[in-house]
């Protein structure tokens, strides 16, 4: 299995252009996650998903659009980039089952917003 | 209120000595999990271990546990014999679980770096 994978792995924008960064598992998890890293800070919950066709909006979740028509991908759209959106962006998966289920996490995306 | 607290934003300690990373949580539910994730330089998440609310006995993973103390909510991690690879940012995390979708997502906290000295 190659677990929860993303590309790309880093991408420089200029403000108000758009990307969509990929994240695929294969692990057959129903809930999938996006969160994003700031400089010198934890993670905070961007969307998730419960199940292909269902999402919910985390934390932050302005300035980010997401989708879920299948189990294995869940893609992080951002309409007009920003440079407060400079961020390590992370997408992880899960079963979503209590207890010591954990989630496992891609490898991140390194964006950078000129 | 922050719901996840790491009041240590680095901690230094000698190769091969014990070393205890401090995290205070913040919640209401009955129901809750608490994760130590750690983060090399590298980036990737790793996930290291794991303590119920309910568990009555603190977790442990080979050389990592957990000194869960619930009355204090408090989840400090424990690292024994510390080696050079443990060098990395480590964070603490919370699930609260009452029920709904929702309740699956982990709260961080903004992690405190170790760093391993030979």
């Known amino acids: 299995n190659a677990g929860v994978t993303q590309t790309p792995k880093f991408r420089i924008l200029k403000i108000g252009q758009s990307m969509t960064l990929q994240c695929t598992q294969d692990?057959?998890?129903?809930?999938m996650y996006w969160y994003r890293q700031d400089p010198g800070m934890g993670l905070k919950l961007i969307y998730y998903?419960?199940?292909?066709?269902?999402?919910d909006k985390g934390e932050v979740p302005n300035g980010y659009n997401v989708s879920r028509s299948t189990t294995e991908d869940f893609p992080l759209r951002l309409e007009l980039a920003a440079p407060s959106q400079t961020s390590v962006y992370f997408c992880a998966s899960s079963y979503g089952q209590r207890g010591v289920e954990t989630q496992y996490f891609g490898p991140g995306t390194r964006l950078l917003v000129l | 209120a922050q719901k996840i607290t790491q009041t240590q934003p680095g901690m230094f300690v000698q190769e091969k000595e014990a070393v205890t990373l401090d995290c205070t949580y913040d919640t209401s539910d009955q129901s809750y999990g608490l994760f130590w994730y750690k983060q090399p330089s590298s980036g990737e998440m790793i996930f290291l271990i794991y303590q119920g609310s309910y568990d009555e006995q603190n977790a442990t993973e080979g050389r990592y546990s957990l000194n869960f103390q619930k009355a204090r909510k408090s989840a400090n991690l424990v690292i024994s014999a510390s080696q050079l690879g443990d060098s990395a940012m480590y964070f603490c995390?919370?699930?609260?679980?009452?029920?709904?979708?929702?309740?699956?997502?982990?709260?961080f906290g903004k992690g405190t770096l170790l760093t391993v000295n030979p």
């Open positions: 998903s419960v199940g292909a066709g269902i999402t």
């Open positions: 692990m057959n998890h129903n809930y």
């Open positions: 995390a919370m699930r609260e679980e009452n029920s709904g979708g929702s309740n699956y997502k982990l709260t």
